[in-house]
Each structure stands twice: as C-alpha cells, then as structure tokens.
C-alpha cells in the first residue's frame, strides 16, 4: 500500500469509557469481521483482562476501508493497554503510530488515565481526534465534555465526534475522521529496514510473535534481521497482518504495521521499543528512547505448603517466558522457607501474575509485603539497589537511604477533596498543584512510591466512593529518614513481615502492626509476645495471652460428632498457616498486618 492511503492510530481512553466497545464497532463497520464471527470485544483476547475488563498486551488489528471519497484505505489500530503499570508499553504503542482517538464517555468526563495516556499521545506528536461515546445514554452531555476537554487538556473539541459505541451512531464519521485529520505515515522504501518491535507474545503454534511497525525499508519472508538492542540475527520465517485473524503476506513496507515469526523460543529474547534492521548494511541509528521495562515493586512468594516449592518453580519460569518485565529469583526465608523474590511493573502486574499462579497453576501462595527499591548508599561510598528489607545491611555501615518518589494525579469530586488531600497527606505526600475543572478538582501530589504500592488504591476508592480516579508515573530518588523496622514474634524476628518506614512513622506503624497481628495470630498453649523493633531497639508490643482450656473442654466430653467437627476445623485452619519457632501465622497475616486504616 502506499504511504498516503495509510492511517496507523490508537485509542486513549480512561477505563470503561468504552475503547473495547469502539475498536469493535471499528471493525464491524468494515467488514473486517463477519458478524457473526463477532465475539464481544474482540481484542481483549486473554481471560484474565475479560474477567477484570482490563487491556494488558496491546493488540492490533488492519481494517479496509472505503472512504466517501471512494478511495481505499488501509487503517491501522494499535490497542494499548489503559492501565498505569503499563505505562511504558503504551508510549512504545504511541510511537508506532500517528494519531489517536481520545474516547470520552459523555456521561462521565475526563478522568486521571484520559490525561495520562492523552499526554502520552500528545508527547509521541499525534494528531488527536476527540470522540464523545455513550451519546445513547440519558445521562449523556456532550456540551460540558467538549468543555472539560478543552479546559483541561487543552485541545480543540469543537468538532469532537458523537458517537454510541453500542448503537452505532458517529461510527461512519469517526472512520471519516480517521481517513481525513489523521496524518499519513512517512518513510523510504529503498533504506535500509527500519522496524519498531512493538509488543511480542508466545504462540504454541507460532513461537513468539513479534508485533513491528515498519518505519522505513521493506520486511521480507527468507530475509535475515539483527535485533538492535543486543545484536541477535534472525531469520524471519513468516510476515503477516492482523485482520484481526493473522493473514500471512509476503511484504511490509514503510508505515505498515504487521508481525513476523523467526523461531524465537521466548519472549525474553524480544524487547519492547528495539530496532530491527538487515543482518547486513542495516540501519545505522536505531529508534530513540529505546529502554527496557524494570520491574518497580517486589515481593516474595512462598508456597503456603513447602512441598510445592518445585511446582511453583516451573509456573513462575513459565509465566516468565512470557513476560519479559517480571522477574524472578530465588528466596530463602528463615520463617517461610524456599520461595521467590520477584519483581513487578506495579500492583496490577502483581496480582495478575499472583492470581494466575493460584488459578492456572493450583498453587496457593504466601505474598510477602510488597516493596520497592531504595537505594542504600554505604559509608564506603558503595550503593547497593535494595529490593528486599530483609537485606538490609547494618545500620552502623549505612550512610543514607533515598527512595523513588512519583508524581500522583488524582480527579475527585468536589465533596471528596478534603478526604483525599488527608489520605495525600498521611502518606508523606507534598502538594504540587490543585486546580478545578467544573465540579471536579484535579490535584497533583509529590508521593513516596512505597507509600502508594500498598494500599493506597484501595483507600483512595473507599475514601471517594470509586467517584476519584488516579494515575502515576515516577519521578526519581530523593533521600529521606528510612529505616528497617522488625517484627519479632515470640522473640524470634519474622523477616517476612520486616519493612522499611519513615522514622517519623515507625511507633505508629510498628503499633498497628502489633495490633493487627494479635487480632490475627490465634492463642497457642503459652503467652505471646509481638513486637516491633528498630535496630535492637524495640518500639511497639503486645501481648497475645495463652489460651487455657482445649478448645474441646466446652463441648462437654458430650456429642463426639461435634466434637470431631470442631477438631477438623481447627486442622483445616492450620493447613492455611505457617509455623514461625514455636508459633502458627496464618497466610493471610503477611498482607494484613500491613494494611493501614
Ligand atoms: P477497558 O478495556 O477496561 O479499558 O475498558 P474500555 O474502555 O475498553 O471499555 P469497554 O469497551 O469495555 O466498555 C465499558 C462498558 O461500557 C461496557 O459495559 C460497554 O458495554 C459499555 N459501553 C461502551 N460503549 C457504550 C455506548 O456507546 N453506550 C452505552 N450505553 N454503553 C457503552
């Protein structure tokens, strides 16, 4: 195809305002799909995003389109994941093409990840096409949207189209839309290959499919391509679009999107943002910008039964040969044994990977407090990357300690201002900006990173009803007064529950967690006592008093099947803790006693 009858676009959208539902009615309107072969949504292929609604791999799909003009166009749709740990994928996506969609739901407005991924796009110079969904919907008000638009992310609305992503109304215009305010890629077709790896996945059929957008030069079947990021040569054994089936083809040329397969065995060998040119007399710079993701926020996972240690092995190196941005190493605990430290994008990262360990894998898991990286600079000037507080090295040796900070976005209705910038607050957070759009304010906050990876989430929504949304991206290391707080149970220091607070924080943190851990450690035979220490030096305790009576003695010696029940019960209680010296935790002890109220 030639470059001017091109168009290679993504949709930015806040979750649930319907970018699933568009990119469907897309591709029905074309032909792409036959209706009947329509299943809903289309491009969110895994189960896990189906179930929790969410993008996580970006997705593509080529669509013929015959314009009014009667001209014959091909469009290009990158679909980008909407969720904040996936930050990097989506600038990676942005750059593949030349324009977007900005999906706004009329009944709602412009949310924290609009402006996020909009300002991506605008960052990757797209040309930006306003589209107003639900149009159907009563609540509907188009009027104020446009102006929200406008207001807050400063791009002309006026000709924003209207569109019902569910009737189809604005479906005709949005793909006029494409063919006329979305600029036609460039590129030279006699330079050498020039071709962004985009996103990569597994196929059992395929090996690993490698998603490419060609920027200049011509991809061929039989050809042999360098990876440039780290010099690998392959051959490339088939070239392809996806409509949204793969169809095999024998070329792409420049501003074409499509995918090859070169019987690469994993997808660790391919990363997101590399350059892929000729083996020889390739091109000579690669892409700009190219880095590879980094996992930002750590835990451990153990086996909740110790013999599952092998098993849990093989389903974390499997799900890592998939996912390039996990990582993973082994762990041993004094309290929980063999296990992993691993490494994730963020929290979702996390619980999917964790949820898919449990589900596909039949495997039930201790996860230990969720941290992030400091760095711990050493009086001999050395700086050691700490990912688990258990490491960290002795006080006395320490000079300083930074932590990696972010720079929050948070939109909340009016009402609930005062709770969130509370909520901001108690988490060390610095106010940067605070401004209105209508009867929403938008506030910015400078936060600690370890601050927000733990509950913070979870708090903001109950704190704001769900009505608040958010989104974040890092912004560097600054020092602070950070040390390692203990927790001893029964005397013996539980390196699982060990974490690292602000020396301002650390009585009151280390005083909840002793709370919420005698709630949640049942009484044994003997007296318990929990504490929390810095260094040696213990600044929180409780005591968890011994239980008297077997837990049978109420029943009287009377009805046996009670009696039996009461003691299965307690048996299958048991099985979900871990014994720690003397003591039983139970599993979910780990994540609670973290919880902050
Ligand atoms: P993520 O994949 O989670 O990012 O969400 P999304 O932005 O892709 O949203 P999705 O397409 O899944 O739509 C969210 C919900 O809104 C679904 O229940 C859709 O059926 C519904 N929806 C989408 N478009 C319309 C519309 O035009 N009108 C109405 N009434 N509902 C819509």
């Not at 793969?246 to 070329?251: I, K, L, S």
Request: hydrophobic letters at 40%; aromatic letters at 6%.
């Amino acid at each position: 195809t030639d470059l001017a009858h091109i168009r290679n676009f993504s949709i930015v959208a806040h979750i649930d305002h319907g970018k699933s539902t568009l990119a469907d009615r897309l591709i029905q309107e074309t032909g792409t799909v036959q209706d009947r072969d329509m299943k809903e949504q289309l491009l969110d292929s895994m189960d896990i995003e189906r179930e929790r609604g969410i993008t996580i791999k970006a997705n593509t799909v080529r669509i013929d389109y015959t314009a009014d003009n009667g001209e014959q166009y091909v469009l290009n749709l990158i679909d980008t994941p909407g969720h904040v740990d996936f930050a990097y994928e989506v600038s990676r996506s942005m750059r593949a093409v030349e324009g977007s969609l900005l999906v706004v739901d009329s009944t709602q407005g412009v949310e924290a990840q609009t402006l996020a991924n909009v300002y991506q796009a605008i960052d990757a110079d797209h040309e930006i096409v306003p589209v107003l969904n639900k149009i159907d919907l009563p609540a509907s008000d188009c009027d104020r949207v446009a102006e929200q638009i406008e207001d807050v992310i400063g791009i002309d609305a006026t000709d924003a189209i209207q569109v019902s992503a569910k009737t189809g109304q604005g479906i005709h215009e949005t793909l006029e839309a494409i063919v006329h305010k979305l600029p036609a890629p460039k590129g030279e077709r006699d330079a050498p290959l020039k071709a962004m790896l985009v996103d990569s996945w597994y196929d059992s059929y395929l090996g690993v499919i490698v998603l490419v957008r060609i920027m200049d030069g011509v991809l061929k079947k039989g050809m042999r391509v360098k990876f440039m990021s780290n010099g690998t040569l392959h051959h490339v054994d088939r070239v392809g679009v996806f409509r949204p089936e793969m169809q095999m083809v024998d070329q792409l040329g420049p501003g074409e999107i499509g995918f090859l397969t070169a019987s690469i065995k994993q997808v660790r060998d391919t990363r997101v943002g590399d350059t892929i040119t000729n083996d020889r007399n390739g091109c000579e710079e690669p892409l700009p910008g190219f880095k590879p993701a980094q996992p930002v926020v750590f835990c451990g996972l153990f086996p909740v039964d110790s013999a599952e240690f092998e098993d849990l092995r093989d389903a974390i190196e499997k799900l890592a040969l998939n996912d390039a941005s996990f990582s993973f190493e082994m762990e041993t605990s004094a309290a929980l044994g063999f296990g992993f430290r691993c490494g994730f994008l963020g929290l979702l990262h996390l619980e999917v990977i964790r949820d898919r360990i449990e589900r596909e894998y039949d495997i039930e898991l201790i996860t230990t407090a969720p941290s992030v990286i400091y760095h711990v600079y050493m009086k001999d000037g050395e700086m050691i990357e700490l990912h688990n507080p258990a490491d960290m090295p002795d006080m006395s040796k320490v000079d300083h300690l930074e932590e990696p900070r972010i720079k929050a976005t948070i939109l909340v209705p009016d009402e609930y201002l005062g709770d969130v910038l509370k909520l901001c607050q108690d988490r060390r957070g610095i106010q940067m900006d605070l401004t209105y759009a209508g009867s929403r304010a938008m506030v910015v906050y400078d936060l600690p990173l370890n601050e927000v990876v733990f509950d913070f989430y979870d708090r903001l929504k109950s704190v704001t009803k769900g009505y608040a949304s958010f989104d974040y991206q890092m912004t560097g290391y600054r020092q602070d007064n950070l040390v390692k707080m203990s927790i001893l149970v029964n005397d013996e220091p539980v390196d699982a529950l060990s974490v690292m607070v602000h020396r301002d924080r650390a009585e009151t943190r280390g005083r909840a967690m002793c709370e919420k851990l005698k709630e949640l450690i049942p009484r044994h035979m003997f007296k318990i006592p929990i504490q929390a220490a810095i260094g040696g030096k213990v600044i929180a305790r409780e005591t968890l008093s011994a239980l008297r009576k077997d837990v049978t003695a109420k029943c009287y010696g009377g009805d046996a099947t009670r009696k039996r029940k009461l003691l299965e019960k307690q048996k299958a209680g048991k099985k979900k803790m871990r014994q720690f010296g003397k003591v039983d935790i139970p599993q979910e002890a780990f994540i609670s006693a973290l919880k902050m109220d």
